[in-house]
């Protein structure tokens, strides 16, 4: 009986927990908007030109995904599969651009295009926004279809390759057993691209995210904008539970082959080919928008790097701590959430995640402040506590399904082995699930830290005052300081997570060594 | 666990409570707002709280702060850049009056009747332009210029749905009327006018050489001389039937219910004085509104000719015409 009470503790009171901090917050903001909106009004957004603009996005979006998704692949089938000089550097080299904001991105590119070609009108398009959006959401296209294609069983490839050639098995065995993560790329990429502003903003091209925005920024319309938010959720929502039902066991974003030695070949002619390829990719997608924010910072009347420095340091220390705090709670809860799932049947923790993982950042933002905005309530919201609620429900679901995808990884006979033995279950988990899924954590927390070091659109509504955090600073230090600054302080952005993220793979490949029966 | 104890303590500074000290939101750039709130702790010994935030992305972060943390304020003191967002505010009730000394310093005209803003340091709207692409006297005298056959396609407004954009397309309405105000408007765009993100956006294109000129704040303009020789600015509609160019003091308001009520009123002093005038005068060129502030190399307001607004009755304007401004821009 004290088993059962303490499984139902270990069960429910995390789950309780996870709803009552993240969950309960925009069910209560939707609730308000339900009930306190005049009931004539309450869908007055949604008519013609509502659903014409959502359409118009949504198309925008699919080309970004479906582009993103093939050049993503493509790379991934090449560095994953080949083996050739270099393969390493460009597996690293071709994710920075995912570091990059995508309006830094912008901006670089359109100046980038001007120098070139004295004329920036062609970018100031729906082209614009699809060709950086593709640029820089290739990379997770990569890292998924990558990872998928690294834990295909050798085995396969070879009986296959016994009776036909390299293109038909690649056709019949490869393409099928990677569709799941090809699915869940071009899906997660076009959430991406749907929810971003910035960069349909920048270019004047009008798309449903700018909508919201108006209403929030321009027009003060909160009812409106929560109304519109609801729809761009429920459309997402279809998305993802469309991939959640039919494609939830791709199995991507895990750095472990768990036995399972996925096959290699060697490159033996058109590496010339491949290397030009590969550079070219990378001058357009991380190459030119460096080089050029280089020449901006490097292009004033005086230097500014030591006073771009000054600015981002403490705010970087700052972040750092904080952003190392989210990613180890980030990967505890991916972890827990994934376990139960996997292991238990027990979905809901995913789908809370799920739903905070979709809602816009501002929604998300005003909810967090209703909701935790009490006298009683100031250790949380007046702290950094409310930022770690913030980055938890951003990046919680990312991190469930990179856990999720490792569990499914590990045969369930050894946890029934070690049952038939008379292990505890508590023991299985500790002795022999989490050590198998030591890599996979890591790379959660590797990429829930980047994810939290970065963001900024939730930040940027809770932060408390008076704390300095590097995304903040550098965003409203940006406007009107000298381009120069402006550069500096983003290269340094970038130098900062790049040099962590280097660190990182250098502690990974020690904690590996260490492990190596994970 | 040691470790994730002391983490715990260097992540969390903001836990400790402290009475002096006040909280205040801003939308003026930090690069300009920040040395004059370091200052004032630095001279008084209360810590400053600052959340910032920026004209350029659209004061989304505090605006929307300020609404929604209105049954329960944080902040103490709304620093703008304009009066436009203080209006909003009030007009929610999110403001109070407030009256001292120094606010007695702040001519009527530059502030709001009760008091609920009042206005310090004032930009102006002008004329960027690049040298290299358009000679000083084949400029636009007046914003009506700007429909003339010969700039068609050469020249830059920032999006009117934002930011002190928003400010000057509703001084304009008000003072030429709806009817004329969108005719000219409708003019720019068979003029090829390019809507530009925001006024940051402008003056970077035409530093850049894109564009030959547009319209900015003297702020950016200020900036933009700094950085660049090829740039220079004028004021528009300076001729003596001229309607004048526009004038946008810095606003603050007293947050009601503010928690450090009596630091915040504190800072708001602070932030009208003849000494805060003079350093924003001298970081990005604004132009002091208390009486015998001159600073060499600042435009001073006496030299110029004003548009005549009412700023309460441009703001409330602003509401009418958002939905207009909005079809403007989709069209």
Redesign the interface.
Known sequence: MDRRVSAYIIRFVPLLLLFILLALPLLLLLLQWLTGTDSTVLFSFIDRGTLWLIGRSLWLSFIVALLATCIGTACGFLLYKFNFPFNKFYRLALLLPLLISPYIFAVAWK?GL?WFFGN?AAVYSEAGVVMVHAFVYFPLAMLITGSALSQIHSGYEEAGLMVVSFRKMFVKIIFPLIRPALTTSFVLILIFSLSDFSVP??F?V?TFTTEI??Q?????D?PMAIGQSVLLLLVCLLLMLTEHRYLSDAPFFSVSTKGSISKKYDVEKRQILWHGIFWLLLIVALLIPVSILIIQSLG??TLFFSQAWELVWPAAV?SI??A??GALLITALGLWTAYEKERRSHRLPNALLLLTFIVPS?VL??AL??YY???VLN?I?????ILLIAYTAKFGFIASRITGNSIKQIPVSLGEAASVMGISSQKIFLKIHLPLMLPSLFTTFVLSFILCLGELGAT????????ELMP??T??????????LTSSMTLINLGVTTVLLLLFFIIGKYVFKKYRYA | MKYIFV??I??????NPSAEEV???TSV????SEPVLKDFERETGI???????????????V???L???K??P??DVFWSGDPIRNG?LQSKGITEPYQSEQTKQIPEYFKEPDNQWIGFSARARVLIYNKNLIAPDSLPESIFDFTRPRFKGKFAVANP??GTT?FHMAAIFTALGDEKAKAWMNALKENGVV?A?SN??VK?RV??G?LAFGLTDT??AF?AK??SDEVDYIFLDQQERGIGTLIMPNAVSLIKNAPHDENGKKLINYLLSRETEAKLAVS?AQMPLIKGTEIPGVPSLDNIKAMKIDYKQTSEKLEGI?PWL?AWI?E
Not at chain 1, 475 to 484: G, H, L, V
Not at chain 2, 10 to 15: G, I, K
Not at chain 2, 49 to 59: F, G, H, I, L, R
């Open positions: 100046d001007f920036t903003a920048f004047g009008r925005f108006t929030f920024s321009a027009l003060y909160l004033g009347k700052q701590k904080l190392t705090i501002t933002g005003i402040i209703r905005n009490f006298p250790f919201y007046g702290t950094a506590v940027v509504m809770v932060y408390p005052p008076g704390m903040v600073k965003f409203t230090i940006s406007a009107n300081a000298p381009q120069a | 983490s715990l260097l992540v969390f500074p903001a836990c909280t205040v939101y750039d930090q690069i300009f810590k400053v709280k600052a959340v910032y935030d920026t004209e350029e992305t659209k004061s989304t972060g605006m929307n702060r609404i929604a943390e049954d329960n944080q902040c909003v749905l934002f928003t809507i993100a940051g956006d970077k530093m850049n894109e702020d950016d900036e700094k950085e990005c958002q909005k989709e």
